[in-house]
Structure formats: C-alpha cells, structure tokens
C-alpha cells in the first residue's frame, strides 16, 4: 500500500484506542547520536502526563531554537521506543511536504495541554 492508498477501514473504538494528545515543547536538543539528522523534544503534555521525551527527524523545516514553545501533537500511548542512546515516549506527529519532508502537525490556536484529539 502507497502513503497515497486508504488505510483498510476500522471501527470507532479501535480509533479511540490511539491517545493522541497536544503538548507543548519545552526543551529541544541536537540528536548528534542519530542515523538521520534529528532533534530530542521535551514535550510537556499537562498534569495527567507530564513532560515526555521523543526523538524527531525534522530538522529540514525546523531549528531547536524556534521549537521551544510551540505546540505539537504526538502518539503518547505506544510503548517506549530505543532510538540510539535515547529512549523516545511518544510520536510527535507530521505529515510529509512534497519532498517527503516532515511538517509537524499541529493546532493553529493555544489550547490546554494534554488535550486530546476527537
């Protein structure tokens, strides 16, 4: 199947068993460790979550110095996943640019963090 196809069809319930949340970016540091180039974010989704680490290849559109404060959305129920040296708790989300290239996805206004995608 191409990123172009539709996914099968799924039921409601198996859509809600994917949390996906919006955090905002606290801390974001060079992942020098890394195959590909990419960034570690600090992701702090609210009191019931609270900060999260993940590991990002989106270093074509974005420096670490304008991600620090902005929201992003992420997977924050998979189970941990070791990337090198880093262990990365959740999916940032984005979608590809024409290039293939990751542009973050993201609310275009401020809302609470920790809020869930419906």
């Given at each position: 199947m191409s990123d172009k196809s539709p996914s099968p069809e799924i039921a409601f319930d198996d859509f809600l068993k994917i949390d996906i949340r919006v955090g905002t970016v606290t801390r974001v540091e060079p992942f020098a460790e890394a195959r590909k180039p990419s960034l570690k974010l600090w992701i702090d989704f609210?009191?019931?979550i609270g900060e999260k680490k993940?590991?990002?290849?989106?270093?074509v559109h974005y420096s670490a110095d304008e991600l620090a404060g902005r929201q992003v959305a992420?997977?924050?129920?998979f189970p941990p996943r070791q990337i090198g040296p880093m262990m990365s708790e959740v999916l940032t989300l984005g979608f590809p640019d024409?290039?293939?290239?990751?542009?973050?996805?993201?609310?275009d206004l401020k809302i609470p963090d920790g809020a869930r995608l419906f």
């Amino acid at each position: 199947m191409s990123d172009k196809s539709p996914s099968p069809e799924i039921a409601f319930d198996d859509f809600l068993k994917i949390d996906i949340r919006v955090g905002t970016v606290t801390r974001v540091e060079p992942f020098a460790e890394a195959r590909k180039p990419s960034l570690k974010l600090w992701i702090d989704f609210g009191l019931d979550i609270g900060e999260k680490k993940s590991a990002a290849q989106i270093t074509v559109h974005y420096s670490a110095d304008e991600l620090a404060g902005r929201q992003v959305a992420a997977v924050v129920n998979f189970p941990p996943r070791q990337i090198g040296p880093m262990m990365s708790e959740v999916l940032t989300l984005g979608f590809p640019d024409e290039n293939g290239e990751v542009v973050l996805f993201a609310p275009d206004l401020k809302i609470p963090d920790g809020a869930r995608l419906f």
